[in-house]
C-alpha cells in the first residue's frame, strides 16, 4: 500500500468522510505547507491525552475538575443533563444556560443493547444526594432514545419531591417555515403551544 | 485556545470542511483508540515528503520516475495531457488507457492570473520532441478553462503534423437520464453524435 493509499484509508475512518472526500483532503495535505500538516498531526497525536472527561460532570475538559465544574459564579441549584459532552458545549454556545451540567454518555436504547447501568445515573442520583439542585432540566436529544432517558429520569427521581423536573422545549425550530415543518414537530409545537 | 479549539480550526482548513464537520471528526478523534490517531497523525505529517510530482510527467509519486513513466509495457506512442496529478489516479481507474501522461499543474484561466507560462507546456514540447508519440490526447476538464487549454496545445502543436490530437468525448453520462442532462452537455453530445 503507498503513502497516499494509507492516508486516504485512515481519512475515511473519520466521521461523513468517504472515499471521495478523503481523496481531496489528502491530495491537499500533499500540497499544502509542511508547518501546516505538522501542527495538524501533533493536533491529533495528542487530542486523546490533552482532552478527557471530568470527573464530576462527565463533559469533556484539558482540566479536571472541568471549568464549569469549578466556576463558582454559576448556578449551583441548577442541572442539565445531557446525553453526550459535546452537548455540553452546543448549549453553552447558546448563552441561555448559566448552571451545572451532567452527561450520561448516551441514552437508554434497548435495541443497541444501551441499557440504564451503561450510563452514569448512579453518579447523577450521588450529585443531586450531595448537592442542592432545585431544578434539574433533562436536555436529551427530541428521539425516541431520548424520550425513553428522560422518562427514565423522571422514574428515578420520583422520591425527589425537593426537585423540579422540567425538559427542553420542543417546537418549530427559530427562522423554519411551518410549510416545511415535519408533522411531529408541528404536533408537539401544537400541544405545547404557550400563552401569547 | 483550547486543544479541541486547535485541532477543530486546523480541520476546518481541509477541503470540504466547515466547522460542523470538524467539530464531529474532533469528537471521534477524542473518543478513538490512541493507536489510530497516532497513525493517521504520522500519515498526515510524513505525506508531504513520501509523495512528490514525477519529474518526467508531474504526476504524484513516490518514485522517480513514476511507476507509470517507468512501466516498459505502456503504450509509448500514446501521451494524454491532464490538468491535476489526480486526474492521472482517475483515468487509470478507469482502466482504459495504457499509455503515458502529462501533468499541466493546472488550466489556463486569465482570470484567476494563470497564463500558459505557469503550466509545464515547455516541458511537453520537449517530451514530444524527444519521444516518438503518434496520438495525444487532451484529458482537460470539460469547462471553459479546459477548453482553452485544449485550444492551446492544439496551437502548440501546429507543426507536429506527425502528431493525431484527440480530446476526450463530451457527451451523456453512462446511467444517467436524457431528463436531467443539462443543455449544454445535451448539445455538446448532439454535435458530437456517433454512427451507431
Not at 505547507?33 to 470527573?55: H, Q, R, V
Amino acid at each position: 500500500m503507498t503513502a497516499l493509499d494509507t492516508l486516504i484509508k485512515s481519512l475515511t475512518r473519520l466521521p461523513g468522510i468517504g472515499p471521495k472526500s478523503a481523496s481531496r483532503m489528502a491530495y491537499h495535505l500533499i500540497k499544502t505547507d509542511k508547518s501546516y500538516n505538522l501542527a495538524l498531526a501533533e493536533a491529533i497525536a495528542t487530542i486523546g491525552e490533552k482532552i478527557f472527561p471530568c470527573s464530576i460532570c462527565g463533559s469533556f475538559t484539558e482540566t479536571d475538575p472541568c471549568p464549569i465544574c469549578s466556576d463558582t459564579g454559576r448556578d449551583r441549584s441548577l442541572i442539565c443533563v445531557v446525553e453526550e459532552p459535546q452537548d455540553v458545549l452546543t448549549i453553552q454556545a447558546s448563552g441561555a444556560y448559566t448552571g451545572l451540567y451532567h452527561v450520561l454518555g448516551g441514552a437508554i436504547s434497548p435495541l443497541d443493547g444501551v441499557g440504564p447501568e451503561h450510563l452514569s445515573f448512579a453518579k447523577l442520583l450521588k450529585r443531586i444526594d450531595e448537592g442542592s439542585f432545585g431544578e434539574l432540566i433533562i436536555a436529551t436529544n427530541p428521539t425516541e432514545e431520548g424520550d425513553t432517558t428522560a422518562l427514565y429520569i423522571r422514574h428515578l427521581l420520583k422520591d425527589h419531591s425537593e426537585i423540579s423536573i422540567t425538559r427542553l422545549a420542543s417546537g418549530l425550530p427559530i427562522g423554519g417555515d411551518l410549510e416545511y415543518a415535519d408533522r411531529i414537530t408541528l404536533a408537539r409545537s401544537l400541544r405545547g403551544r404557550v400563552r401569547f
